[in-house]
């Protein structure tokens, strides 16, 4: 799972290949569960068709306060290491575990600095050669400092946060459902878990993050409960299984939800995921985190062969 990834890879990419569905993305999403605040702040750049889109949202005291949802704008002039795309600027820093942010909500304001523990880990996101979410895909996990500004209301941000960019093809709908998620305990101990669908098939993948070593994940029991709505998730009780023989039990609840999602690509149909922000136990511990849930939305090829639809 390792890559040679140097500051160079947190710049802006050219496409390598002629592909509509070509397109590069940049996150950063954190938690701060003693103060019940979370943000995601998500980037994507389509070079063909010459659009943006942001789409980021604020939860303050387990309730969603903010979002900006812009699907289709103009591609930015700058760089990644320097860009601003709708209401985000991301600005990185000297390191490449380094990263600052803006959001300027209507009626909020976070201001973050995210820091990773370890340098950026490659994952492989087409496992299985299947799934079709980007050529390359690098993530890590660490700290967040900073603050949301909300009128008079200044609260202090001081927890957890999981930053990635990818680059590449991306078909959303080569995932039609998935778990996601994103454990951080300490600097010491921190979990990054998929277990995604693609073609009738289960994928898992992911890395257990122990004392700054990447254990990677080879099965896991994701133990997942959602809403009676089929898609917010309440809570969590999931194993792991890594590739050095340890086992893990994670367990969570969801603070509170919100919204990921918008039209794909190049007439790829729309999706969407939903995020909760989560308090987790492992052994006694206390982190935080997100879980995702993505439900199966309609009959893929494979049930309908099943089921005589086609």
């Known amino acids: 799972m390792h890559h040679p990834f140097t500051l160079a890879d947190t710049s802006r990419h050219t496409p390598d290949m002629e592909d509509e569905s070509w397109q590069e993305s940049f996150f950063l999403g954190w938690t701060d569960i003693r103060n019940k605040v979370c943000g995601h702040h998500h980037i994507s750049l389509c070079p063909y068709l010459g659009f943006a889109h942001v789409w980021t949202w604020l939860i303050v005291d387990g309730v969603e306060v903010a979002r900006s949802q812009e699907n289709r704008i103009p591609l930015p002039d700058r760089d990644l290491r320097d860009m601003k795309v709708g209401i985000l600027h991301f600005i990185a820093g000297e390191s490449i575990r380094q ?3 803006t959001a300027d909500f209507q009626g909020a304001k976070v201001e973050v600095d995210y820091e990773g523990f370890t340098d950026p880990v490659h994952v ?3 496992t299985g050669g299947k799934l079709k979410l980007g050529s390359l895909h690098y993530e890590s996990m660490g700290s967040v400092r900073g603050s949301i500004t909300m009128g008079d209301r200044v609260i202090a941000i001081n927890g957890s946060g999981w930053q990635d960019h990818s680059w590449g093809p991306r ?4 995932n039609p459902a998935g778990r996601w998620v994103f454990a951080v305990f300490g600097s010491d101990l ?6 995604l ?3 009738g098939q289960s994928f898992t993948f992911g890395y257990a993050l122990v004392n700054g070593e990447v254990d990677p994940i080879e099965s896991a029991e994701t133990g997942f409960v959602v809403a009676d709505d089929g898609i917010s998730p309440i809570s969590n009780d999931s194993l792991l299984w890594t590739r050095s023989g340890r086992a893990w039990r994670i367990t969570g609840k969801v603070i509170g939800t919100a919204l990921v999602g918008g039209p794909g690509w190049t007439g790829d149909g729309f999706h969407w995921w939903m995020d909760g922000l989560t308090r987790f136990e492992c052994g006694g511990r206390v982190g935080g985190g997100i879980l995702e849930v993505s439900t199966l939305k309609a009959p893929t090829d494979e049930i309908k062969a099943i089921l005589k639809a086609q």
């Open 197 to 199: 669908s693609a073609a």
């Open 171 to 174: 078909r959303l709908s080569s």
């Open 190 to 195: 921190a979990f990054s878990l998929y277990v």
């Open 124 to 126: 492989e996101i087409n």
């Open 99 to 101: 990263l600052h942010l």
